[in-house]
């Protein structure tokens, strides 16, 4: 007795997920890859946080029991990572973010609201953050093409896998 099975690949997420179900070394050596190809963007983002943004911000702060501060330009670096999102209403499947709770804070201060410390920062737009989303839009040319032809290509191995 024989069993047929049927995957239909339509996107990236798609892609990405019927690795797992063909071959999960697959989905690892696609986020190996991934990660190889979109080091020039990472180490973009990295390379623009050289100071502490304001002077105050190298001090403890809590709020509500959580440990927000100090920010450590070393932390900031190495807390810059890629992340493949592949949840059903994820916005992006490829992300490069901030994990560190310090810098993100600073990326992010005062764009929905106007407050004390988005005010000291500095104007950034909603949906935007300070350094990070730059640096990286500014190093995308040199990733995307690459990116979406591996992409393609692993978009072919799931077709002749079915």
Do not use: C, H
């Amino acid at each position: 007795m024989t069993v047929n099975t049927t995957i239909q690949v339509s996107g990236v997420k798609e892609t990405i997920n019927a690795l797992k179900k063909i071959d999960p070394q697959l989905q690892k050596d696609f986020r190996v890859k991934a990660n190889e190809i979109a080091q020039p963007a990472i180490n973009a983002a990295k390379d623009v946080y050289t100071e502490i943004p304001l002077s105050g911000m190298a001090y403890k702060w809590t709020s509500r029991d959580r440990k927000l501060f100090p920010f450590s330009v070393a932390k900031a670096k190495s807390n810059v990572k890629l992340r493949i999102d592949t949840r059903r209403n994820a916005v992006g499947v490829i992300l490069i973010e901030q994990k560190d709770p310090a810098t993100a804070i600073f990326e992010t201060a005062g764009r929905l609201n106007a407050n004390r410390l988005g005010d000291q920062l500095g104007f950034v737009g909603p949906g935007r953050t300070r350094l990070i989303g730059p640096a990286v839009y500014r190093a995308r040319r040199g990733v995307e093409a690459e990116m979406e032809k591996m992409i393609l290509d692993t978009a072919r191995t799931v077709r002749q896998a079915m």
